[in-house]
């Protein structure tokens, strides 16, 4: 098997990890509350402490990651997390009274998480390029969503034979993962020195003078989108069992549909937006009333299956406006740059899911009415927003390029990264060749050839 495969086939599990985090709790969330006696806002922190230290942690692990390797960082981060969800498991199988332990244990799940996802996607950058980077992104994005649809499930699932059984997966699950990723994956040798931590934030800051008129608000509008998802997804699987009687695999069934949803809304949006700056920033745009549209309608339905159709809207409205800021973020900041800013709009994103459960607890103590209109209100103030404040440009266009030829062809080979990172473009026939050479001879001949020559024909002019 070629080292490339192998290297896919060890990397491809780690995102599915760091979704199954919080998605497999959320359908087990009103059984633990009932079995441990716990108020909402207890069963809602759950959610709260795995999300606030995955969001601290991210942007150092990052960090890390550029310092000592990111494998040692990813291998660490796997044993970590699997042994966070030990802790919660055997709390809850051997105390009687195992909240306190269970929220240790979720700490370090956070902690844990934060070097899984990320670093493995900079780590397929490192190990891949061109056409074959699109691919293994590709791929890894797509065990993403796949985890995200399947983790209701696989969490009601588990509740079968047990409430705790979602703890005790997460050992099995992150020894699994880590084998392959161990045996599997072969790590390149930094070219590079990392730079210091005071140059690092200074870097950050610099970026944030320059960009952060919009950058702000898209790491807004990102987090208020998966606030907005796990605040309703911990609503709905509380309603379904609370008020419906509807539990195990059926209601895991019905929180995977707007997940399913938002899926297959940011799938085809990748397909949609390519390099099209202004469409992918009308796409947030969009994306932002139709999640308020969908708060505002579903305040007014009392059914649970109306209740998910409405928010089926919302869901798609965050399929829209997900890859778009991606995007966006990628293909406007500087590549030197993209490491530290990925990273801390990651860290961001997971607050937003972090306060998301609990905030939607104490609105919902005081009207379904206010919760629903609260977000929806939040929802049109930023997409208002982001018709004023959103409008990015591309890094080539920011720096001082000699020639407007040579400033089109920097802004060409930019974008064309970013498509080949979001896997919408395909590389040329000549990237293709150039791939094929290397893969068979170790070398490009060509290019070897181009190299001769033009040392023959230094040498005739000297």
């Known amino acids: 098997m070629a080292q490339n495969a192998k290297n896919l086939i060890g990397l491809t599990g780690i995102p599915l990890v760091m979704v199954l985090g919080n998605s497999m709790l959320i359908p087990v969330l009103p059984t633990m509350k009932a079995k441990m006696d716990l108020t ?109 649809v399947l983790s209701p499930i696989f969490g009601s699932l588990l509740a079968l034979i047990s409430w705790y059984m979602v703890f005790l997966a997460f050992p099995i699950i992150c020894g699994v993962v880590l084998l392959l990723f161990l045996f599997l994956t072969k790590e390149k040798k930094q070219e590079k020195q990392p730079i210091p931590v005071k140059q690092y934030l200074h870097s950050i800051g610099q970026v944030f003078k320059q960009h952060g008129k919009w950058l702000i608000p898209a790491f807004f509008i990102g987090s208020i989108c998966l606030f907005t998802l796990f605040g309703v997804l ?49 796409f947030v745009i969009v994306g932002m009333f139709l999640l308020s549209a969908s708060y505002v309608l579903a305040s007014f339905v009392k059914g649970a299956y109306p209740l998910i159709g409405i928010l089926v809207i919302g ?39 972090a306060i998301g459960p609990p905030i939607f607890t104490w609105l919902l103590d005081i009207s379904r009415t206010v919760m629903f209109w609260s977000i929806a209100g939040l929802s049109l103030v930023f997409g208002v927003v982001a018709i004023f404040l959103l409008k990015p440009k591309q890094a080539q266009q920011q ?7 040579d400033q089109k062809a920097a802004e060409t080979k930019g974008w064309r990264q970013v498509s080949e990172l979001l896997g ?39």
């Open 234 to 282: 911990f609503y709905l699987s509380d309603l379904l069992e609370e008020k419906y009687k509807i539990d195990g695999v059926i209601k895991g069934g019905f929180l995977a549909i707007p997940l399913l949803v938002m899926s297959i809304a940011a799938y085809v949006t990748g397909l949609i937006i390519k390099k099209k700056l202004g469409l992918m920033r009308w």
């Open 40 to 148: 909402s806002l207890q069963t809602s922190l759950l959610i709260t402490a795995f999300s606030i230290a995955a969001g601290i942690v991210i942007p150092f692990a990052g960090y890390l990651s550029d310092r000592f390797g990111r494998k040692i960082v990813i291998i660490l981060s796997l044993v970590v997390y699997g042994a966070g969800g030990l802790l919660a498991g055997l709390a809850a199988l051997w105390w009687d009274d195992p909240y306190s332990l269970i929220m240790v244990g979720r700490v370090l799940q956070g902690i844990g998480a934060a070097g899984t996802a990320p670093i493995a996607m900079a780590l397929a950058g490192d190990l891949f390029n061109g056409a074959s980077e699109s691919r293994a992104l590709g791929l890894m994005e797509t065990s993403n969503g796949l985890g995200k």
């Open 424 to 462: 919408i473009e395909p590389a040329t026939p000549d990237e293709k060749r150039k791939e094929t050479a290397v893969e068979k001879y170790g070398f490009d001949p060509d290019e070897l050839l181009k190299r001769i020559l033009s040392g023959q024909k230094e040498k005739e002019k000297n």
């Open 315 to 353: 869901s798609a409205g965050t399929g829209l406006i997900l890859p778009c800021l991606n995007s966006m973020i990628v293909g406007a900041v500087q590549k030197a740059e993209r490491g530290m800013i990925t990273s801390l709009y990651s860290g961001v994103r997971f607050i937003g899911v």
């Open 399 to 405: 720096t001082q390029a000699g020639g407007e030829q």
